[in-house]
């Protein structure tokens, strides 16, 4: 998945989303490729209260840790949306369906 965040990171770099950062888009293009890859990411946006205004950030979580993340920027943020909200094991799902 290094490979596909480096071009993602690229891509961005040539056709930039905002100005202040390009979190969001980066971490929505991750999260469908690390789905379609078969790894259980969570999406995560937060919120930070900076000079009377709130800043953003979003990122992925994978297995509890932070996933693919270039810095240590999300810890100063409240995390507003996960999606999904929790992550059912493959065999937990599969007992469900049977």
């Given at each position: 998945?290094?490979?596909?965040?480096?071009?993602?990171?690229?891509?961005?770099?040539?056709f930039?989303?905002n100005?202040?950062?390009?979190?969001f888009?980066?971490?929505?293009a991750l999260?469908?490729?690390?789905?379609?890859?078969?790894l259980?990411?969570?999406?995560?946006?937060?919120?930070?209260?900076l000079?009377q205004q709130l800043?953003?950030?979003?990122w992925?979580?994978?297995?509890?840790?932070?996933?693919l993340?270039?810095?240590?920027?999300?810890?100063?943020?409240?995390?507003?949306?996960?999606?999904?909200?929790?992550?059912?094991?493959?065999?937990?799902?599969?007992?469900?369906?049977?």
């Open positions: 998945m290094e490979g596909v965040a480096y071009y993602v990171d690229r891509w961005l770099a040539l930039p989303y100005p202040k950062g390009n979190c888009p980066r971490a929505l999260f469908f490729f690390a789905r379609r890859a078969g259980p990411v969570q999406f995560k946006c937060g919120v930070l209260k000079n800043e953003g950030h979003a992925l979580v994978l297995d509890g840790h932070v996933f993340e270039p810095s240590s920027y999300w810890q100063s943020f409240t995390v507003t949306v996960t999606f999904p909200q929790s992550l059912v094991s493959s065999s937990a799902q599969s007992s469900r369906i049977s």
